[in-house]
């Protein structure tokens, strides 16, 4: 008898990287699906009975556990709080769970639940756990550290997919980069070697996604692309030539390092064969501590003058910004405000730094005594608590962060940026495309809702003057417009919710002080106060409630502290009071 097993792939929450709600202009509900695990789906025994449940396009229930021999899941950090609904879904329906990934890898030692852990490289470490498994005796952990030879894995298995969830397709071309930054964990997971499928491996890769429907958006979610060129070299002239053949079905992007810049034939290439974006990580336009975090080949380089002669190839370049190194100073916010004007950067991730675990920062945080926590989210749209003391005041650091997204995300300068892009860009073959039906329904909704939006005259001016400048990039125009209503949306739900703390926080210390002087004033009782702290009690309730269902919890989070923290404040004010004599 077949055995069935259930892949469950964990819920993203809303961050800037997740597009939700650029989502639903399109008709759409998850921005790429589960790569990892439809890899993995392709490792399993043939005779397996295969379902998958995305989380992020349809939701799970008891039976759906039950029904399963076996449930498996893929999680990274930002996906831990879904993840660890689906261990007690498993375990309340007493089903046996494998769990991989990158969470898992980097973080088993904390997670509990799991039955089975097969961590790392799927390649290596999946086949003993089937072996053992087919033998009725699994161990709880598999983990063996060899690189595996990505040119024997097989393709996904895109057919378990509803290909209309979802706004684009993804592929995996390379594993591991040839660069070590203390702060990433990339060369932790994948090594420094970069591992390369054979272009006939893409090809078929892409044959199965054209014959399956998919078209537009194509994701190479390699961590650098061009970690190894001379492969590189060989893969694209191919990839052009499957394009051609069939009128570009594809709209290909990645990520890379900023050294791109430096390599014309290879931007060409990447032209040809489709790209129309590539992610950099920028980091920082300080060079000293570019130089001090390990990303050398950025120290080395003109940072703006790299990102313009990306641009001008007609690659747009999205790219990541970090806050809280220590060499940061006070003036690194408006220098990184500056910088991403001035780059003409539309999609800039700005984040709070964080020590990954296993990463050389990590390491080194802990060998000096501040590393506040093993834990990490990963996801600082809900919470920027950092878990470790860093160089810059704590306070002045989350401050700066919220101004630079603040700023950054100001509908007007967001608009100026894309402008700029769209002057710079040479038009090619994927920026200067036919228009879809699935664009055409994200235009007429984005005229819809954006016309009528707080943001309604920065949005005409933007289009308008786009479009007398560029007409035949509309559909980059629209693109960038909807992406552009998710930061913006995005960016006010998290400054809102950190305003509502901030507001807690001080209506606590006022709570804590007005108390000290009832004391101190010889109060003959503190039911005036206990009244005044039912009031802001009732008042943060009643916030707390009208939040954005996505930011909700958080900001629930926050009032129970409040709640218990303010009931702590009166019963140890009572107590002093009674002492004094000073209330009956």
């Known amino acids: 008898?077949?055995?069935?097993?259930?892949?469950?792939?964990?819920?993203?929450?809303?961050?800037?990287?997740?597009?939700?709600?650029?989502?639903?202009?399109?008709?759409?509900?998850?921005?790429?699906?589960?790569?990892?695990?439809?890899?993995?789906?392709?490792?399993?025994?043939?005779?397996?009975?295969?379902?998958?449940?995305?989380?992020?396009?349809?939701?799970?229930?008891?039976?759906?556990?039950?029904?399963?021999?076996?449930?498996?899941?893929?999680?990274?950090?930002?996906?831990?709080?879904?993840?660890?609904?689906?261990?007690?879904?498993?375990?309340?329906?007493?089903?046996?769970?494998?769990?991989?990934?990158?969470?898992?890898?980097?973080?088993h030692e904390q997670i509990e639940g799991v039955d089975h852990f097969v961590l790392g490289e799927a390649e290596v470490n999946l086949p003993p756990f089937l072996a053992d498994f087919k033998n009725g005796n699994p161990k709880s952990c598999y983990r063996d550290p060899t690189r595996p030879d990505i040119t024997h894995t097989p393709p996904p298995r895109f057919d378990l997919l509803d290909r209309k969830r979802y706004a684009g397709a993804a592929l995996q071309y390379s594993r591991g980069c040839p660069h070590h930054c203390e702060f990433c964990d990339i060369v932790e997971l994948f090594g420094h070697k970069p591992r390369t499928k054979t272009p006939a491996q893409i090809l078929a890769e892409m044959d199965l996604l054209y014959e399956g429907g998919w078209r537009g958006s194509l994701f190479v979610v390699d961590d650098n692309f061009i970690g190894n060129r001379l492969q590189v070299r060989r893969l694209l002239p191919e990839v052009a030539r499957w394009q051609q053949e069939r009128n570009y079905p594809f709209t290909l992007y990645t990520e890379a390092s900023l050294d791109l810049a430096a390599d014309e034939r290879l931007m060409d290439d990447m032209v040809r064969a489709g790209f129309n974006m590539v992610f950099v990580g920028i980091e920082t336009p300080d060079q000293a501590t570019l130089e001090a975090v390990g990303k050398r080949l950025n120290s080395r380089a003109d940072l703006l003058a790299s990102v313009r002669a990306i641009q001008a190839k007609g690659l747009e370049v999205a790219a990541g910004f970090i806050v809280g190194f220590d060499?940061?100073?006070?003036?690194?916010?408006?220098?990184?405000?500056?910088?991403?004007?001035?780059?003409?950067?539309?999609?800039?991730?700005?984040?709070?730094?964080?020590?990954?675990?296993?990463?050389?920062?990590?390491?080194?945080?802990?060998?000096?005594?501040?590393?506040?926590?093993?834990?990490?989210?990963?996801?600082?749209?809900?919470?920027?608590?950092?878990?470790?003391?860093?160089?810059m005041d704590a306070d002045a650091l989350r401050a700066g962060y919220k101004r630079v997204l603040a700023e950054v995300y100001r509908p007007r300068r967001y608009f100026a940026r894309c402008l700029e892009l769209i002057r710079r860009m040479k038009s090619h073959k994927t920026s200067v495309r036919r228009i879809r039906l699935i664009e055409l329904r994200a235009f007429f909704h984005s005229l819809v809702r954006q016309t009528f939006s707080r943001y309604s005259f920065a949005y005409w001016s933007y289009l308008l003057r786009g479009l007398w400048m560029r007409p035949r990039m509309v559909a980059e125009l629209v693109t960038m417009a909807v992406k552009g209503h998710h930061f913006f949306t995005i960016t006010r739900s998290l400054l809102e919710l950190e305003k509502f703390k901030d507001k807690l926080q001080r209506s606590r210390q006022d709570l804590e002080d007005r108390l000290k002087r009832a004391i101190q004033g010889n109060a003959k009782n503190l039911a005036a106060w206990k009244a005044y702290r039912t009031r802001l009690v009732e008042k943060a309730k009643a916030r707390s409630d009208g939040f954005h269902p996505d930011f909700k919890s958080s900001a629930v989070?926050?009032?129970?502290?409040?709640?218990?923290?303010?009931?702590?404040?009166?019963?140890?004010?009572?107590?002093?009071?009674?002492?004094?004599?000073?209330?009956?």
Request: proline share 6%.
């Open 1 to 107: 008898m077949a055995v069935k097993a259930l892949l469950v792939y964990p819920e993203m929450p809303p961050t800037y990287w997740s597009m939700r709600y650029a989502l639903p202009f399109i008709g759409c509900q998850a921005s790429l699906p589960p790569l990892g695990l439809l890899t993995v789906a392709a490792m399993l025994p043939k005779d397996w009975d295969l379902k998958l449940i995305d989380l992020n396009v349809e939701t799970i229930s008891k039976k759906d556990v039950l029904e399963a021999d076996l449930i498996l899941t893929s999680a990274m950090l930002v996906q831990r709080v879904s993840f660890e609904k689906i261990v007690a879904l498993c375990k309340e329906a007493g089903k046996p769970l494998v769990a991989g990934g990158p969470y898992p890898s980097s973080c």
């Open 327 to 391: 060499a940061d100073q006070d003036d690194i916010f408006d220098r990184q405000i500056r910088f991403i004007g001035q780059a003409a950067i539309p999609t800039a991730m700005v984040g709070l730094l964080t020590a990954l675990p296993g990463t050389r920062l990590h390491t080194r945080l802990a060998s000096e005594g501040r590393l506040l926590s093993t834990s990490v989210g990963g996801n600082n749209t809900h919470d920027l608590d950092l878990n470790f003391l860093p160089r």
């Open 557 to 584: 989070k926050a009032f129970e502290e409040f709640r218990g923290a303010t009931e702590r404040l009166l019963v140890t004010g009572a107590g002093a009071a009674r002492n004094s004599g000073s209330c009956s």
